[in-house]
């Protein structure tokens, strides 16, 4: 038998394999646009592992660095769900700041509340980098100018070219005046060390278009004033010129950090003859100009306004989701659906390198799933059809694994028992969005022995075992406090930490498969299928792999 856990799985006979599982699931991590090497021959590797007792899944890890690399699509949804939440609780638009207040709460940052200009300019670079990655995919839009002004908005260009570097983008900076201070100085250091290069204005390419796909406007923040001297009034003109482009395919994306520079700070664009970035990311709060932007992104970041600041100025500010340095704001972009894709890159699948046992090669993907830290790795779409043919699906979570199939539980009166009860024929399909994987398993389905339900049962926490009594599944009932009162009056019942027992209504499935999909997505939509399928050969039943047009 099987389990599905590296560490238990991998122990005896394939230790030497835990490193090759780990760096085949690391290069979808690091989102590079070069295609890590395919994984080793199966020669290579043991065969099915010797029979063992069956272990329940383990939780997915969820190590801190891994969670920062989960699908960028994931986070900007929760950011969007965070604000959007936070609005309509409150009733209230996210403050902005007039430059008076902006320039106050940097002096006090910098003064009572302890904060370095380096450490501002550090976490301000960092969360323009953060919210130019959460929309501007590595790969379509690899080639950054940055552009940077004398002052902090300029220290704050050079930080997030720093970070967007180490993310994988290739970025260029253009630093017409530099400022001798040592802590421009080391950035610039930190820039040349990396190979970051320098451009002067005398030679940046009369088309911007053809050398960048992102340009950040890095030149002014709030406090300046006057008219932009040059080479930056230059420079403004030139972004001006590319934003006229109607066609935003065919310039760059542009990107100004707190202020479009050549806007007034509290007034906007006041001539109207200033350029209209694609993407704002305003700092600490939006500024009073940022209510005059109308390009379809508009970040916050600078993730450090301390209770003080906020109780004082009557700040509302959106929370920030997860480990995540920016927020959107603002409305959503509207999406034309019909152009949303990804050109997946990733290691070829190939008949000669997978397991010749489907259930060792799910166990190998698995494995490598749990290991690049994804979330909840063990949920899986289950579909079913009622007599009739008419099919549901739902998502439900994995549970157990061995040679004689897929394991999962849920209530006896679900819909989805219904349907098998009246069709036991299923099919499963897990996706792994971070990896460009998904494996599809179809076959028969029949209730787990009642010892293994019981088992199970008494293995999870006491709340999920309440729970599983509480509900009726599929069932009508008038609202959630009917829930949350059945809830309380068994959490009291068996508040003395006695057995909670089972109810009949409750148990397992286990799905036995009659056939395997193993995808993985590929550039240009040439992706790679191989199927398993059970075939009768010298009167014995082997598997069958054979590879399935894209």
């Not at 421009?184 to 970051?196: A, D, F, H, K």
């Not at 293995?459 to 999920?464: D, I």
Request: glycine share 6%; aromatic share 8%; net charge neutral.
């Amino acid at each position: 038998m099987l389990t599905v856990a590296a560490s238990a799985l991998l122990r005896n006979n394939k230790k030497s394999t835990a490193a090759a599982c780990f760096s085949l699931a690391m290069p979808f991590l690091l989102s590079s646009p070069t295609p890590p090497p395919p994984p080793p021959h199966s020669s290579s590797l043991p065969r099915s592992p010797s029979p063992r007792p069956r272990l329940p899944l383990p939780p997915p890890r969820r190590a801190a660095l891994v969670t920062a690399a989960q699908d960028p699509r994931w986070r900007r949804a929760m950011a969007s769900l965070a604000v959007s939440a936070s609005a309509s609780a409150s009733g209230e638009e996210v403050t902005h700041l007039a430059q008076r207040e902006a320039a106050e709460i940097d002096e006090q940052l910098m003064g009572p509340l302890g904060f370095s200009v380096d450490q501002l300019m550090e976490l301000a670079g960092l969360s323009v980098a953060a919210a130019v990655a959460e929309v501007y995919k590595l790969g379509e839009h690899t080639r950054v100018l940055v552009i940077c002004g004398p002052g902090n908005n300029g220290g704050d260009g050079l930080v997030a070219a720093r970070h967007l570097h180490h993310f994988g983008y290739k970025p260029s900076v253009c630093y017409p005046k530099r400022t001798p201070k040592p802590l421009y100085s080391g950035l610039c250091t930190q820039l040349e060390s990396l190979t970051i290069p320098f451009v002067p204005v005398e030679d940046l390419p009369a088309n911007l278009s053809e050398e960048f796909d992102i340009i950040i406007d890095a030149m002014f923040g709030f406090s300046f004033h006057g008219t932009p001297r040059p080479p930056f009034d230059d420079l403004i003109n030139r972004l001006v010129s590319l934003s006229a482009i109607d066609n935003s395919a065919k310039r760059p994306a542009i990107v100004s950090v707190d202020i479009p520079s050549g806007w007034h700070v509290e007034e906007g664009d006041i001539n109207g003859g200033g350029f209209k970035p694609d993407m704002l990311v305003s700092l600490t709060a939006p500024k009073l100009c940022a209510k005059k932007f109308t390009g379809p992104h508009h970040f916050l970041g600078g993730r450090f306004v301390p209770p003080p600041i906020v109780s004082k100025y009557k700040l509302h500010l959106p929370p920030y989701p997860g480990t995540s340095m920016c927020v959107r704001i603002g409305k959503a972009p509207s999406v034309d659906i019909s152009s949303l894709r990804e050109n997946y890159i990733s290691p070829e699948l190939l008949e000669n390198q997978v397991m010749p046992d489907p259930f060792d090669q799910f166990v190998r993907w698995f494995d490598e799933a749990v290991t690049a830290g994804l979330r909840e790795s063990n949920a899986m779409a289950l579909t079913t059809a009622d007599k009739e043919g008419k099919p549901s699906s739902r998502m439900v979570l994995l549970k157990g694994v061995d040679k004689q199939g897929f394991v999962w539980y849920t209530n006896y009166g679900s819909q989805k028992a219904h349907d098998l009860s009246e069709n036991p024929n299923a099919a499963l399909l897990f996706y792994w969005n971070e990896m460009n994987r998904q494996v599809r398993v179809e076959g028969s389905v029949q209730k787990v022995p009642e010892e293994e339900s019981e088992k199970y049962f008494h293995s999870r926490p006491r709340g999920s075992q309440l729970g599983a009594i509480v509900s009726k599944q599929s069932t009508v009932i008038p609202g959630r406090e009917v829930l949350q009162q059945a809830y309380k009056e068994l959490e009291q019942k068996y508040s003395d930490g006695s057995v909670i027992p089972k109810p009949d209504y409750w148990g397992g499935y286990r799905l036995t498969p009659k056939l395997f999909e193993f995808w993985q997505g590929q550039q240009s939509r040439l992706h790679d299928r191989l199927q398993y399928s059970l075939r009768e050969v010298d009167r014995s039943t082997v598997w069958h792999i054979e590879r399935l047009s894209p």
